[in-house]
């Protein structure tokens, strides 16, 4: 998941005050994310402007059931879209290019903020050939809570998030309690949430957070092999040789 610079948090819109008297208009919504004004190559603004209208969706909280909206207006081959993933925050596009490579009957939709990744992997999907990925660039947390339906994902995949390790800032995880509650509620029976981290507080957290939300059962015990689908990548392989951990998460929804 992309990393960053600049905080751009927004204004929580309420209509009283908070339990400490603060105004709404003071108060801020705590994101798991700050966007950065990365320098985006030659290629990847190329990209953006010639291949983003054919592959990106719209941040639109109308749309309420993204799922039912991508089998009216998605065809992945010859058929319609039936099988949704969520990727949230896929950094460059790699390991997301690579999955739908394997998985060419199912339609993945990323989520991320960071405009050079998003033109990455745009252009990624035009050099692969791939029709399976189409990408909303906003905040993956407002998508799924505005935008996805409950019971509508097969799977979603949180791969190297932020692991915000600084104390003060353990509020900011993207993996806590109430929002692993709300992918839940959003994927199908038997639908799968994948998580990894190379940061080993951090898996102990999101092991922690996985493990009592009572709509989710582990596939394993404890950690989970890492699946055959998710690529290693360059970091992950170099901090391996060094001695680093990495932790795969795979649960379940009951």
């Not at 394997?102 to 903020?113: A, N």
């Not at 940061?199 to 890492?226: F, Q, S």
Request: glycine fraction near 8%; charge should be positive; include cysteine.
């Amino acid at each position: 998941m992309s990393g960053a610079v600049q905080d751009d948090s927004t204004t929580a819109r309420a209509s009283t005050t908070d339990s400490n008297g603060t105004p709404p208009r003071y108060r801020r919504k705590i994101r798991s994310f700050v966007t950065r004004a990365g320098r985006m190559t030659a290629a990847q603004q190329r990209a953006l402007a010639e291949l983003g209208p054919r592959w990106l969706l719209p941040w639109d909280p109308a749309i309420g059931d993204l799922a039912g909206w991508c089998r009216q207006h998605v065809r992945v081959g010859d058929r319609p879209a039936d099988r949704l993933i969520l990727e949230i925050g896929f950094g460059m596009g790699q390991a997301t290019a690579h999955i739908a490579g394997l998985m060419p009957e199912t339609l993945f939709i990323g989520c991320e903020v960071h405009a050079p990744g998003v033109g990455a992997l745009l252009k990624l999907i035009d050099d692969l050939a791939l029709d399976n990925i189409r990408i909303i660039q906003h905040d993956a947390t407002e998508v799924v809570q505005h935008m996805i339906a409950p019971q509508t994902l097969d799977g979603v995949h949180v791969f190297f998030p932020d692991p915000w390790p600084k104390k003060r800032h353990h509020k900011r995880r993207l993996i806590q309690p109430a929002f692993v509650h709300e992918l839940a509620l959003r994927l199908k029976p038997g639908g799968i949430v994948h998580c990894a981290t190379d940061w080993e507080p951090y898996a102990g957290h999101m092991l922690d957070v996985l493990r009592d939300e009572p709509l989710l059962e582990n596939t394993a015990t404890g950690y989970a092999a890492r699946p055959a689908y998710r690529p290693m990548t360059k970091f992950e392989r170099r901090g391996l040789r060094l001695g680093h951990g990495v932790w795969d998460l795979v649960f379940r929804r009951r």
